[in-house]
């Protein structure tokens, strides 16, 4: 057998080969180990009823209620369909400092009721009549 320069020898090539056809097959097959951690037995789901969990908009909403005006926050999307503005002017008013005080809680950023209302006032604009 003749081998051109760059060839594999047989043997070399047949392991590269079996390597190969090995990793497709396992791309092939789903992995077995998370799924039995995603499906839960079958017993269990027909024996232990599911109970609904009240969702986490509810929550805040009921939350938001309950607090007196001067402790209210909203979020960029309430403030931006309060001003009729898209979020991402937000964004812009926040990064060059031109719009409402802010504040972040966490890594969101919240608008409070009161600051909002102030920056409202500063922006009026009377004509004379």
Same mark, same amino acid.
């Given at each position: 057998m003749i081998r051109l320069p760059g060839e594999l020898p047989a043997?070399? *090539?047949q392991r590269l080969l079996d390597q190969l056809m090995a990793v497709a097959q396992a791309m092939t097959e789903p992995p077995k180990v998370i799924l039995a951690r995603i499906e839960?037995?079958?017993a269990q789901a027909v024996t232990?009823?599911?109970q609904? /969990? &009240?969702?986490?908009?509810? /929550?805040?909403?009921? /939350?938001? /209620?309950a607090a007196p005006p001067s402790v209210r926050h909203l979020t960029p999307e309430q403030? *931006?369909?309060r001003l009729g503005k898209p979020v991402g002017t937000l964004k812009r008013w926040?990064?060059?400092?031109?719009?409402?005080?802010f504040m972040h809680v966490g890594r969101d950023v919240r608008y409070r009721l009161t600051d909002?209302? &102030?920056?409202e006032k500063t922006r009026l604009v009377t004509t004379a009549a």
């Amino acid at each position: 057998m003749i081998r051109l320069p760059g060839e594999l020898p047989a043997s070399a *090539a047949q392991r590269l080969l079996d390597q190969l056809m090995a990793v497709a097959q396992a791309m092939t097959e789903p992995p077995k180990v998370i799924l039995a951690r995603i499906e839960p037995p079958v017993a269990q789901a027909v024996t232990e009823p599911v109970q609904a /969990k &009240a969702a986490p908009t509810a /929550k805040r909403a009921a /939350k938001a /209620k309950a607090a007196p005006p001067s402790v209210r926050h909203l979020t960029p999307e309430q403030l *931006a369909e309060r001003l009729g503005k898209p979020v991402g002017t937000l964004k812009r008013w926040r990064r060059t400092r031109t719009g409402p005080p802010f504040m972040h809680v966490g890594r969101d950023v919240r608008y409070r009721l009161t600051d909002v209302e &102030a920056w409202e006032k500063t922006r009026l604009v009377t004509t004379a009549a």
